[in-house]
């Protein structure tokens, strides 16, 4: 399998009169090869600023056979950065463990210590099938789950919620110790997650949740999704990582590394009965972009590429931070990228699957990935065509 990177440049002679962004380095060295790959048509690429960029509409713009949702909605972002990111590599203190711990109501002197394979060292805790289970690892990862209580019983599902589409303003959840509003519950966790698990620069934001009423006693429990939030703009949750050895030929492709996200599930109000997150990361630092490569460019590189694949609909479009590396790894102290895109998300489940819990990248078949910066563009469907 082959991972497929497209690069589509700009033709306009007066695009630096204009005062846009020069073509940046990266682009002009794809250029050498952009002739080899017949799939790629030469593509014009304009620049506006993050202030124009959060006023993009859809409505009026030539897509061609490329059918596009109603509308999008970049008025969140409020900059745009390359990011340089760290996997946490000394979590494992005495101060940390004895704090998660305690959060999660279990001892420490209980805890063992071991290997997390792909994740460093961690130390965890489990005992008998009806015991409280807890994992904590090296590169900041957690697992929690409750012992009995965890998911115990039959349930279904009452309601979803996607918080960027759907108003909660009026729904409350019926726990075990009574009635709560929902969106105070989602502002509470976000501030719970931002205190207690902090990362600098960065914010948890509630984005979906799904409610459950046990069987036989009618409560209710959530599922919540957690995603990490920079200026307006999310980290993903909505590709998964690209692995293989093929993909390293010659060492020089970046990787989709990781998704990004904490998920909790609550069984009532006071804290999770589930637990879990990859890694925890540090924004080490950042590179401020002024000008990005505007929408109406973004559609049309993915309207010429799309053509080559039999893909003519794009269900969502959103801006998300994807973090690059040359490995694949979540090992502690690795270094990542984190690059502005426009996600062009296609081939959305059909109705009447099974749903996935809060996993977003069940949501999506495939995706179409533009870089802000560059004008580069990733996507998946080259590895299904081949592998």
């Not at 006071?270 to 401020?288: A, G, H, K, M």
């Not at 809060?358 to 990733?378: C, I, N, P, Q, S």
């Amino acid at each position: 399998m082959r991972y497929t990177k497209f690069c589509a440049f700009a033709l306009c002679a007066g695009l630096l009169l204009a005062g846009c962004q020069e073509t940046p380095e990266g682009v002009k060295e794809n250029m050498k090869t952009y002739g080899d790959n017949p799939q790629v048509a030469e593509t014009k690429i304009t620049y506006c600023s993050v202030d124009e960029l959060r006023e993009a509409k859809i409505t009026g713009l030539d897509s061609g056979n490329l059918v596009l949702p109603k509308d999008v909605d970049f008025s969140s972002v409020e900059g745009v950065d390359v990011l340089h990111l760290k996997i946490e590599d000394g979590f494992l203190t005495d101060e940390n463990i004895g704090k998660y711990t305690s959060m999660f109501h279990m001892d420490k002197v209980e805890f063992a210590e071991g290997e997390a394979f792909g994740y460093g060292k961690r130390v965890f805790y489990e005992g008998d099938e009806e015991d409280d289970y807890m994992d904590i690892w090296e590169n900041g990862g957690m697992a929690y789950m409750a012992g009995q209580a965890a998911g115990s019983g039959a349930s279904t599902v009452e309601a979803a919620y996607r918080l960027d589409k759907d108003d909660i303003s009026g729904v409350s959840i019926n726990f075990k110790s009574g009635s709560v509003g929902l969106p105070k519950f989602c502002r509470d966790t976000e501030q719970w997650l931002d205190e207690e698990m902090p990362i600098d620069g960065v914010s948890h934001k509630i984005s979906d949740v799904i409610v459950r009423k046990q069987d036989g006693s009618g409560k209710n429990t959530l599922s919540l999704c957690a995603e990490y939030e920079y200026k307006g703009v999310r980290f993903n949750y909505h590709a998964g990582p690209i692995s293989g050895e093929e993909i390293l030929e010659g060492g020089k492709t970046d990787l989709i590394t990781t998704y990004l996200m904490t998920e909790m599930d609550f069984e009532d109000s006071d804290s999770p009965s589930f637990f879990t997150r990859n890694e925890s990361f540090s924004l080490e630092s950042f590179d401020p972009v002024t000008q990005v490569v505007d929408f109406e460019s973004a559609v049309r590189i993915v309207k010429n590429a799309m053509s080559g694949f039999g893909v003519s609909e794009i269900q969502e479009i959103i801006p998300l931070y994807m973090p690059y590396t040359v490995e694949q790894s979540k090992m502690p102290g690795k270094k990542m990228e984190a690059r502005p895109v426009y996600a062009f998300l296609a081939n959305r489940k059909p109705e009447g699957e099974p749903d996935r819990g809060v996993m977003k990248m069940g949501r999506y078949g495939h995706f179409f990935l533009v870089d802000m910066v560059t004008g580069e563009m990733t996507t998946d469907l080259e590895m299904e065509q081949k592998g």
